[in-house]
């Protein structure tokens, strides 16, 4: 009898060191959210093989309009983009986020995401008090939360009777032992088969376990979430909790085994592991929801969707507090964009532009490193992130609202053993069926055709760039060919160009945006600045010259 009042004893003494041990946690959590209101994330490695699983995994219940292709994420390096604009507390935002980034959906629905990011940002204890629930999310585990969800199913086993029967004949072994202790012996075989099934079947589950084990803690999150007044006028019914509630009792024993795992100590984990093998409640009890959970699949989306949003708008309010120039995109119908003071969010002070384009599309020239790349990356990047998150880097940013399609960075196949230029055709080709549809598309080039001879590099790039620009379509280009400025001014393409100066034998780039066709390159001028023989530098000079003049015959 004393043991047993020992026993209890021990697991009052656990439950009250769990309760202090929550209350620490969540003030040590409410102290690092202020602190880090407003500022990067400290981590250097971002798994993006699970952080893009949601998106990769599942389709939106929403009109998309568009979603951002591979291509398009690689040319705009959005994986540096998403480090820069990832401050979510949970792992479930952490997934959402990057998902939201890459799928455009419609204006309404923007500007609905853009008042909920108001209402955290200007609501200090809302945002404080929902951080602190969406840390009970931030364990790596909570990304598996999504595996519950996907629409595929582990293969129900047929031998639950089996399971069954094992174990029965354990429970019967100790209860006969209390009549004659050789019962016991029984359980010894009994728990060793039982061990062998176990693990065998720990394998074929796993795929659903850590997730199911996040599910009780996200419904708990969400219920505390979904308390608040402010947060529940942005959604119509929270029906989903009801119907998640209702299966979140077969799955108590999985929980208590990742609290264990998480929270206390090896012994208890252990003793419960002894536990589930020799009576196999594992195989028995997941057997037994899983048609439950199966059809409760909708609703763990809807509430991973609706965590993920919270998290995500509470991200968007701590940059926008960390960013001094930024505005929300105002959409107009039109071939127009009308953008002040834009700029690249992870460029360190950088150089901010103003660009207008009436009608027209943009033809923009310059030096080599003067920034023509950087530029058409920075308005496509902005471009994304006012039609996904509703706020640019930016005073200003009128646009249409528009599909963006890109062609930047072109790399040889060599697995398909394609070549550079081939890659470009495929690429480039994906742009001109795109532009057959009546969307407004943004096509965003970098100097089209490098793979091919100078003369049909020209040729093609001016069909192909005339090809792009019809209806309400905009191109913009960034080249060094200074022929395309020629060929191309009367089609409908404005041309700007960027340059620099010398100053005591050095290259100063003012990174500033500039009306016109530049009146010089400075190729020539770097192999001079770095020594090159005098001989090279006057042949290169003479060969400059012949090609300007037969420019001029051209005209």
Request: some cysteine.
């Amino acid at each position: 009898m004393n043991w047993i009042l020992a026993f209890i004893l021990i697991l009052i003494v656990i439950y009250l060191v769990g309760i202090q041990l929550k209350k620490r946690k969540n003030k040590i959590a409410r102290k690092t959210l202020l602190e880090i209101w407003g500022k990067p994330k400290n981590e250097k490695y971002f798994d993006f093989n699970l952080i893009n699983q949601f998106y990769k995994n599942h389709e939106s219940q929403k009109e998309i309009f568009q979603t951002i292709s591979d291509h398009t994420w690689n040319d705009l390096d959005l994986d540096d983009i998403f480090k820069f604009l990832d401050r979510t507390t949970s792992k479930i935002g952490q997934q959402y986020l990057y998902y939201k980034l890459r799928t455009i959906t419609n204006v309404s629905d923007l500007k609905r995401f853009g008042k909920l990011t108001e209402t955290f940002k200007s609501n200090q204890s809302l945002r404080l008090q929902s951080q602190v629930e969406l840390y009970k999310l931030s364990s790596n585990k909570a990304y598996y939360l999504e595996e519950i969800f996907r629409s595929q199913s582990v293969e129900k086993s047929n031998k639950i009777w089996l399971f069954c029967f094992l174990s029965i004949a354990a429970i019967s072994s100790i209860i006969l032992s209390f009549f004659n202790p050789t019962w016991f012996l029984l359980l010894i075989p009994i728990f060793f088969i039982n061990l062998v099934f176990h693990y065998k079947n720990k394998s074929s589950i796993q795929y659903y376990l850590n997730g199911v084990g996040q599910l009780a803690t996200g419904y708990r999150v969400a219920k505390n979430l979904s308390a608040s007044k402010e947060i529940k006028s942005f959604y119509k019914d929270f029906i989903f909790l009801k119907n998640v509630r209702s299966i979140l009792s077969k799955i108590k024993f999985i929980e208590w085994e990742k609290k264990l795992d998480s929270e206390y100590a090896l012994l208890l984990w252990f003793l419960s592991e002894i536990i589930k093998i020799t009576f196999n409640l594992e195989p028995i009890l997941f057997y037994s929801f899983q048609n439950s959970l199966k059809n409760k699949e909708e609703d763990i989306k809807e509430l991973f969707l609706f965590i993920g949003e919270i998290d995500s708008a509470i991200s968007c309010a701590s940059i926008q507090s960390d960013s001094a120039n930024y505005c929300k995109p105002n959409f107009i119908s039109g071939k127009e964009v009308f953008t002040e003071d834009i700029y690249h969010p992870l460029i360190e002070n950088c150089i901010t532009n103003n660009l207008n384009l009436e009608s027209s599309s943009l033809l923009l020239t310059g030096s080599n490193m003067s920034g023509k790349t950087t530029f058409i990356r920075t308005f496509s990047i902005n471009a994304i992130l006012g039609q996904t998150l509703n706020f640019c880097f930016a005073t200003k940013f009128d646009t249409p609202f528009f599909k963006i399609y890109s062609s930047i960075r072109i790399s040889d196949n060599l697995m398909n053993s394609t070549s550079y230029y081939l890659e470009e055709v495929v690429r480039i080709k994906e742009l001109i069926d795109a532009s057959k549809i009546e969307n407004c598309s943004l096509f965003i080039l970098d100097e089209l055709f490098k793979g091919t001879n100078t003369m049909e590099r020209i040729a093609a790039g001016k069909s192909i760039l005339s090809y792009l620009n019809k209806k309400n379509h905009i191109v913009m280009v960034s080249t060094h060919d200074l022929e395309l400025t020629e060929f191309l001014k009367d089609e409908n393409f404005d041309l700007y160009h960027f340059s620099e100066t010398i100053e005591n034998g050095q290259l100063i780039f003012d990174y500033k945006i500039k009306p016109g066709k530049p009146k010089s390159g400075n190729a020539i001028k770097i192999l001079e600045l770095y020594d090159y023989p005098l001989e090279i530098i006057q042949n290169s000079k003479g060969m400059d010259k012949i090609t300007l003049a037969n420019m001029g015959n051209r005209k």
